[in-house]
């Protein structure tokens, strides 16, 4: 295991059916590295970032985490899940729970806080994405792009080790995209280590450390933005590029 890896997997393999959704899948992440999955709708982006934290199950491999396996179920894998926060498409905030509620209740039910010190904590990082004064307020009060950015605070709250990003911009308007990219920058400036699946290649571009370009289920290319945009190796990865970098 390399030195300084966060995530690692190995040999990871995942099918739907007769679907081999995930073949053999080699990944390492560092510890504050910005690791950007991209490719084709279908090529496996969505579950290989669901599978770090074993929201999708995998049939062969290995993954691990700061060099512990990812537990089967129960209770260490909970207690593994906390060390990962994971940001969706959809934002999955509660509506019935105030912003500061929302940020608030996993630090108090899972780590035990105390709902003063969980209180504060979450004040500091709405502070942080932008939102200090919408404490008060209700999800559906809020923008997509306000929303999300609550779910990353909320993330946060954990103090996770690691985020995953699953497609955080595509459900919001593009107005609103940015808003959230730009939090994601900061999170990125600031060292944390994140795994996003994205098609904003702009991110891409600016705030990655690497690009893990996907197609049919595997890895096709791993390599520094600026390698792979300038100067892709894959005919697969040429295609897709061309194709998206038209409009």
């Not at 959704?21 to 992440?29: A, G, K, M, P, R």
């Not at 909320?154 to 940015?178: C, G, V, W, Y």
């Not at 690497?210 to 005919?235: C, L, Y």
């Amino acid at each position: 295991m390399a030195a300084d890896a966060l995530i690692e997997l190995r040999g990871v393999n995942k099918h739907y059916g007769k679907l081999h959704v995930l073949q053999d899948i080699d990944l390492t992440v560092g510890r504050g590295e910005v690791v950007v999955i991209i490719g084709p709708s279908g090529s496996g982006k969505s579950t290989l970032c669901r599978a770090i934290n074993r929201l999708e199950t995998i049939e062969s491999g290995t993954i691990r985490l700061d060099g512990v396996p990812l537990p089967e179920e129960g209770r260490a894998l909970a207690e593994l899940r906390a060390e990962v926060g994971m940001v969706f498409q959809s934002f999955n905030l509660f509506a019935h729970k105030t912003v500061l509620a929302n940020v608030m209740l996993a630090p108090v039910k899972v780590r035990r806080k105390k709902k003063e010190e969980a209180a504060q904590r979450a004040r500091e990082l709405l502070d942080r994405v932008g939102l200090a004064a919408h404490a008060e307020k209700y999800p559906a009060q809020l923008s997509g792009g306000q929303q999300q950015r609550v779910a990353i605070a909320r993330a946060l709250a954990m103090e996770p080790k690691a985020l995953l990003f699953d497609e955080p911009t595509s459900a919001l308007d593009p107005e609103m995209i940015n808003e959230v990219l730009e939090v994601m920058r900061q999170l990125a400036r600031d060292g944390m280590t994140m795994v996003v699946v994205t098609h904003e290649m702009g991110f891409a571009r600016s705030a990655a450390n690497r690009v893990v370009f996907m197609a049919d289920g595997r890895i096709v290319e791993d390599r520094t933005p600026e390698e792979f945009f300038t100067a892709p190796r894959s005919e697969r990865a040429k295609d897709f590029l061309s194709k998206i970098l038209k409009h």
